[in-house]
């Protein structure tokens, strides 16, 4: 599985556009990168998933580079429940198993 | 929409008792994965179930045990309980091995 590095903490607006990066550099060609979060005690939720396209739900938006190194989380108008860890996580597709790896996730704080 | 249920929710041990925590997975799914989460710490992968067998484990302590029944709810059965163990508990439930994860609200144990 890649491995994924993401900044620890951001903050962000409340009614502004939250944006998480992170960085997959050793992704490979059959390996997705999956966006869960985490609000306080609560079981994580999945948000998206992509491959190479960029995806778009009723939650967020999912921008991924055309070197697929990177990619980036968008939440178009984020509200104070938006406050949670996020976990960028890469996956193997080929792989059936679907463990997922939770490493050190992003804390984004929306202030009022 | 039906979610994943877990239960208890709470529970207090004390050292060397046993735990059997429970879930409930959301209908139709065929594969059940249990994860820890220590104060502090991002979720651990333990184990899952694929269609009542054992599909992958992680870093399971060998007093863990669990299994799938053939209504797919499944058991996770913690025996010489540390305090170690005192940790949330999330049980998730997907289709086929899937990376996309529908988590349970978590058991809280406590082990005193």
């Known amino acids: 599985d890649a491995k994924t590095t993401q900044p620890t903490s951001m903050d962000c607006a409340e009614g502004r556009a939250a944006n998480l990066p992170c960085n997959h550099s050793t992704i490979s060609g059959n390996e997705y990168v999956y966006w869960y979060r985490q609000i306080h005690s609560q079981g994580p939720q999945y948000i998206i998933h992509?491959?190479?396209n960029n995806e778009t739900n009723e939650m967020a938006s999912l921008i991924i580079t055309e070197d697929r190194k990177s990619s980036t989380l968008i939440l178009p108008h984020a509200t104070l429940r938006d406050t949670a860890v996020y976990y960028c996580i890469g996956t193997d597709r080929g792989s059936t198993l679907g463990r997922l790896y939770f490493g050190r996730g992003t804390q984004l704080t929306v202030w009022p | 929409a039906a979610g994943v249920i877990q239960s208890p929710r709470h529970l207090i041990k004390e050292k060397r008792e046993t735990a059997t925590l429970k879930c409930y997975p959301i209908p139709r799914h065929d594969t059940v994965y249990w994860y820890q989460q220590g104060p502090g710490q991002d979720p651990q992968f333990l184990i899952s179930f694929y269609e009542k067998m054992q599909s992958d484990k992680g870093s399971i302590p060998d007093r863990f045990s669990a299994q799938q029944f053939s209504d797919y709810h499944s058991e996770l059965n913690m025996s010489s309980l540390e305090l170690g163990d005192s940790a949330l508990y999330f049980c998730?439930?997907?289709?086929?091995?899937?990376?996309?994860?529908?988590f349970g609200p978590g058991t809280r144990l406590t082990v005193t």
């Open positions: 998730a439930s997907g289709a086929g091995g899937a990376y996309e994860q529908y």
């Open positions: 992509g491959l190479k």
